[in-house]
């Protein structure tokens, strides 16, 4: 389950998230003008150096849920904030067998640095330059992203428009729709239209 809790109180890392090979990250983008942009963020090391780039990720501390690791991690490793996001499911490395939940969503303007001693760049890269560099099993992660941007109601023509995905009751990875409005995310649920900065303030953090 998406949602679930890493049991335990003293925010270390997660034994058994480590174990079983779990790790969440964030999908984040953003605009200019016709291009879309990804961000990745590069392994540090020698031992690297042929590495390919990849989301900003890492494993859940012990009481987080992986949406909360996901937010985390991406701040530790790049110094940015994400905002709102969505649940986009999971890929599962094939030769490691590790599996990465992931999470879309609008990233800042301002350029990413490298906030961690654990990587050597941070970058946002244009979607066709992502796709070469990116890890070759986290790539299904940009398809989706496409997908979420291009499966859009009639108010939306473009990037630079409101982009809104229905809500599909077969889909378990993304329980709402997406829609974003001024590097904004909002959702539409059963014919509604909520902004997630109602529910989540101005700079993204969440409202009970």
Not at 95 to 122: M, N, W, Y
Not at 166 to 179: E, H, T, Y
Request: charged residues 25%.
């Amino acid at each position: 389950m998406l949602e679930a809790v890493v049991r335990g109180h003293d925010g270390t890392p997660d034994r058994d998230a480590m174990a079983r090979k779990i790790s969440a990250g964030t999908v984040l983008f953003r605009s200019l003008g016709k291009t879309l942009e990804i961000l990745l963020v590069h392994p540090k090391g020698w031992v690297h150096e042929r590495t390919p780039w990849g989301i900003p990720k890492g494993f859940p501390r012990e009481g987080e849920t992986l949406e909360d690791a996901a937010r985390r991690e991406t701040w530790e490793e790049t110094g940015v904030v994400p905002r709102a996001l969505v649940a986009v499911g999971a890929v599962r490395y094939r030769r490691t067998q590790k599996t990465v939940f992931a999470f879309v969503g609008p990233g800042p303007l301002e350029e990413p640095r490298c906030a961690s001693h654990e990587i050597d760049g941070a970058r946002y890269f244009p979607i066709e330059e992502a796709r070469a560099r990116i890890h070759p099993d986290q790539e299904p992660l940009l398809d989706r992203l496409l997908a979420l941007l291009h499966a859009v109601t009639p108010c939306a023509q473009s990037l630079d428009a409101p982009l809104r995905r229905p809500r599909s009751p077969r889909s378990s990875a993304v329980g709402v729709g997406m829609c974003v409005v001024g590097g904004a995310l909002e959702t539409t649920e059963a014919g509604h239209h909520r902004s997630w900065t109602d529910a989540r303030g101005a700079n993204g953090e969440h409202r009970p």
